[in-house]
C-alpha cells in the first residue's frame, strides 16, 4: 500500500525502486547509481559527478556529465590507454602524453627537415637549425630566413641614411632570430613601430635625394613586412602615423587559411583572398596580407611616365601625373609575378575630377627600375572620386591621370563649327532653289532636291549630336539617324548616276516616276539600318563619338553600301562618258543637249569625288588612333560639302543663274514701283492733310 502511494505521488520513471526493506512501519527508499534521492521534491535527481569530484578523470583528461552517468576525454596531446574499462576514473590514469615526435604519421612534417621536433607533455616545439625560424611559433615548421635580403648593394655611406637604417635594423633582428638555434622571443609590433619610425623620418621633408631612393625604400619597406608579419601578437594589426599607413592580416595554424581578405585605409581598399597571400607552395604555418598606404610620396614618383601604354587623342601623346597615394600590396606568397587570381584595389583620388575628353584614368605600378608601368593591370571601372584597378600581379601601384591635348580638338569643333553653319546655309538655298525654280524641274531636280534634304538633316544631326555620347540611348539613336541619312545621300547619289546612264542611253522615255525614286532613295537606307539594328542593336554609339562601333566590323553596314554606290556609279559614268564622246563624233550631233548632259556628268563626278573623298577619311577617322591631318581632311570636306553642292548644281548652272537674276530684278523692280508711287501720292496727301486741318483750324476758330 505504501509503495503503490509512492508511484501515486508523481515520482516519475526516474524513481526507481531497487529495494524496498520495512521495519517497524518506516520503509528506505534506494535510488539508481548516478541518481540520488531529494527530499524536498521526493524524487530520484541527476548527480553531477564532474562537479562533486574533479579527479574523476584523472589528470590531462576532462570530465562531461551525462543523465545518470558520465564521460572522460582525453586534453590535445594525449590519449586513452588501452584498458578494459570503457569509462575510465581517476584510479585508471589511462590518459598519457603523446609523443608527436615519434609517433605522429606525419612526423617528419611537423618541423620540417631542417627543424628538431622536441617532445613536451602535451605538445611539442621545433627546434630549428641555423638560418631558419618558426618565428616562436612552438609548433610551426622551420622557415628559412635569408637574411641577406636586407644586405644593401650599395655602401653605407651611398645610402640615404634612413634606408640604410631600416637595412642594418631588420638585418640585425634577422640573425638574431635565426643565429642561436633557440626560441629567440621577438617583439613584431615594436619591430614595426620601429620601421614606421625610420620610414617617418625618411619621407619627411627636406629630406635629400629622396626621390631616387624610391624604389629602394619601397622594396626595403615590403620586405621588413613580409619579416615583421609572423611575429604580430594579433591577427589583424593597424599602425599609422604621419608618413605611412598600414593595414596587416595574419593567419597562422597547420592548415592553409581559405576566405576572403579585405584591407581598407583612407586612400585605397584592398580586395582578395587567403589562396593568394599563402601561394601554392609548402604552407610554412602562417599566412599574411598587408595594404601599405604612403600619404604623401606621390610628389616624389610623378615622373618617368616613359613605359606607360595610354590611349592617345587626337594622334597626341597625353601628359600623365599621380592622381592618388602610392599603395603597396605586400602578401607572403613567393610567386606573385603571376597570380592565378587577379587583386582588386579601389583607389580614391586626390581630387574629385570626372573622366572627358581630355582627362582619363590609368592604373600602373612602380617597377624596381624607378618607372611607372601599365602591364598586367587595367582599369576596371571609374568616377570622379575613385577608381577599381585589377592586377595580376604585385607590387606598389597608383593611379595615373593622363591629361590628353586639347588644341587639335578645339580647332577641329572650331572648323566643323563654322563649315557645317555655312554648309546648312547653302543647302537651304539649294532646297528652295530645286524646289521653287520652274525652269529646272525634272527628275535629275528631284534627285537633288531629296540629296539635299538628307544631307542638310544629316549634317545638322552631325552638329548637334556626334559627340553626346551620355546618355547611351540617345547617343544610340543619333548613330541610327547618321546611319540613314548619310545612306540616303550616297542612295540618290546613285540615282543620279542611273539618270545620267538614262539620259544618254535612253534618249526617249528618261524619266523616272517620283514614286519609284522614293521607294529606292528612302526604302533601301531604311532596310539596311533595321537589319543592322536587329543583328547588333549595340553596335550604334562609341565612348567618343555618337556613330557606328568598330568592333567586329559593324562600321562596314555604312562603308559596305558606300563602297558598293561609288563602284556603281563609277561604271555608269565611265558608260556615260564613253556614249557622250560616241555622240560627239557622230555626224549630226546635238550639241546644245550633249553639252548639257555633259555639265551634268561633270558636277556628278565632282559631287561623287567630294562625297568618297570624305567618308574614305572617315574609314580611318573612327579608328582607335586617327592622325591629325585625317581628322582635318574628313572635317573639311565634312563641312563644306554642302557649300560645294550649291556651288555645283547652282551658281554653276546657266538656268539657275538666270533664275536668281530675274528674281534680284523682280525684286528691284517691286521696290522701285513701290518708291515711285510714294513719290506721286505724298503732294497730294499732304494737300490734303493741310486743307483738311486749314479747314479743322478754320473750324476751331470759328
Not at 521495519?23 to 524536498?40: M, P, Q
Not at 633557440?182 to 623620418?201: I, N, P
Not at 562609341?542 to 559596305?560: H, M, N, R
Not at 479747314?695 to 476751331?700: C, F, I
Amino acid at each position: 500500500m505504501e509503495l503503490f502511494f509512492l508511484f501515486s505521488m508523481g515520482f516519475g520513471k526516474e524513481l526507481l525502486l531497487l529495494g524496498l526493506a520495512c521495519a517497524l512501519g518506516n520503509c528506505v527508499l534506494r535510488c539508481e547509481n548516478g541518481f540520488s534521492y531529494n527530499r524536498t521534491t521526493k524524487n530520484c535527481t541527476d548527480v553531477n559527478e564532474c562537479s562533486e569530484n574533479p579527479l574523476f578523470c584523472g589528470n590531462h583528461s576532462r570530465c562531461f556529465n551525462t543523465f545518470g552517468s558520465y564521460y572522460c576525454q582525453c586534453q590535445p596531446g594525449f590519449s586513452l590507454a588501452r584498458t578494459k574499462e570503457v569509462n575510465f576514473t581517476a584510479t585508471t590514469g589511462s590518459c598519457h602524453d603523446i609523443n608527436e615526435c615519434t609517433d605522429s604519421e606525419n612526423k617528419e612534417e611537423l618541423c620540417g627537415p631542417n627543424g628538431e621536433c622536441n617532445n613536451i607533455i602535451g605538445s611539442y616545439w621545433c627546434n630549428c637549425s641555423n638560418g631558419y625560424t618558426n618565428y616562436s611559433v612552438e609548433r610551426t615548421p622551420c622557415s628559412k630566413l635569408d637574411c641577406d635580403n636586407f644586405r644593401a648593394e650599395k655602401k653605407p655611406t651611398q645610402l640615404l641614411g634612413g634606408l640604410a637604417n631600416i637595412m642594418s635594423m631588420m638585418r640585425n633582428s634577422c640573425l638574431a632570430l635565426s643565429g642561436t638555434g633557440s626560441k629567440v622571443k621577438l617583439d613584431g609590433d615594436a619591430l614595426l613601430e620601429k620601421l614606421f619610425t625610420e620610414t617617418d623620418a625618411m619621407l619627411s621633408p627636406g629630406t635629400p635625394n629622396i626621390d631616387a631612393s624610391v624604389s629602394g625604400l619601397l622594396t626595403a619597406v615590403e620586405k621588413s613586412i613580409l619579416f615583421i608579419g609572423p611575429q604580430l601578437k594579433d591577427n589583424h594589426t593597424k599602425m599609422e602615423n604621419n608618413k605611412i599607413d598600414a593595414q596587416i592580416a595574419v593567419q597562422r595554424g597547420t592548415t592553409r587559411p581559405t576566405g576572403d581578405i579585405r584591407l581598407s585605409s583612407e586612400y585605397a581598399y584592398l580586395d582578395t583572398d587567403w589562396a593568394t597571400a599563402a601561394g601554392t607552395r609548402k604552407y610554412p604555418g602562417f599566412a599574411v596580407a598587408a595594404l601599405l598606404s604612403y600619404k604623401n610620396l606621390e610628389s616624389s614618383v610623378n615622373r618617368s611616365f616613359e613605359m606607360v601604354k595610354g590611349a592617345k587623342e587626337n594622334g597626341a601623346d597625353p601628359s600623365y601625373q599621380v592622381f592618388s597615394k602610392v599603395v603597396s600590396v605586400v602578401v607572403s606568397n613567393p610567386s606573385t609575378q603571376k597570380l592565378s587570381r587577379s587583386v582588386n584595389i579601389t583607389f580614391r583620388h586626390l581630387e574629385d575630377i570626372e573622366e572627358s575628353v581630355n582627362v582619363s584614368y590609368i592604373c600602373a605600378y612602380w617597377t624596381e627600375t624607378g618607372a611607372w608601368s601599365t602591364d598586367g593591370c587595367s582599369k576596371q571601372d571609374s568616377n570622379a572620386s575613385r577608381t577599381i584597378c585589377t592586377c595580376n600581379h604585385l607590387s606598389s601601384f597608383a593611379v595615373l591621370m593622363a591629361l590628353h591635348p586639347i588644341e587639335h580638338t578645339y580647332g577641329l569643333e572650331l572648323v566643323t563649327k563654322i563649315g557645317l553653319t555655312i554648309s546648312l546655309l547653302c543647302l537651304t538655298l539649294c532646297i528652295l532653289t530645286f524646289k521653287f525654280c520652274r525652269s529646272i524641274q525634272g527628275t535629275r531636280t528631284t534627285i537633288h532636291l531629296h540629296l539635299c534634304i538628307c544631307l542638310f538633316i544629316a549634317d545638322l544631326i552631325f552638329l548637334a549630336g556626334i559627340s553626346q555620347t551620355k546618355p547611351v540611348g540617345g547617343c544610340r539613336f543619333v548613330a541610327a539617324m547618321l546611319h540613314f541619312f548619310f545612306l540616303a545621300v550616297f542612295t540618290w547619289m546613285l540615282l543620279e548616276g542611273v539618270q545620267l546612264y538614262r539620259m544618254v542611253v535612253l534618249v526617249f522615255n528618261a524619266t523616272m516616276r517620283p514614286l519609284y525614286l522614293y521607294a529606292v532613295g528612302y526604302g533601301t537606307p531604311l532596310f539596311i539600318v533595321i537589319i543592322s539594328a536587329c543583328v547588333r542593336p549595340n553596335g550604334y554609339g562609341t565612348k567618343k563619338y555618337c556613330w557606328l562601333s568598330t568592333d567586329d566590323g559593324f562600321v562596314w553596314s555604312f562603308f559596305g553600301p558606300v563602297c558598293l554606290v561609288i563602284f556603281v556609279n563609277v561604271f555608269f559614268f565611265i558608260i556615260t562618258v564613253w556614249k557622250l564622246a560616241q555622240k560627239f563624233a557622230s555626224l549630226n550631233p546635238d550639241l546644245s543637249n550633249l553639252h548639257k548632259i555633259k555639265a551634268f556628268t561633270v558636277t556628278a563626278i565632282a559631287q561623287m569625288c567630294i562625297l568618297g573623298l570624305m567618308w574614305i577619311s572617315g574609314v580611318f577617322l573612327f579608328q582607335e588612333d586617327p592622325p591629325i591631318a585625317v581628322s582635318y581632311i574628313f572635317t573639311i570636306f565634312n563641312s563644306l560639302q554642302g557649300a560645294l553642292v550649291f556651288i555645283m548644281h547652282c551658281l554653276l548652272s546657266k538656268q539657275v543663274r538666270e533664275e536668281y537674276a530675274n528674281f534680284l530684278s523682280c525684286i528691284c523692280t517691286s521696290q522701285k514701283k513701290r518708291y515711285s508711287d510714294l513719290s506721286t501720292t505724298n503732294p497730294s496727301s499732304s494737300q490734303s492733310q493741310g486743307s483738311k486741318s486749314g479747314q479743322q483750324t478754320g473750324e476751331s476758330q470759328i
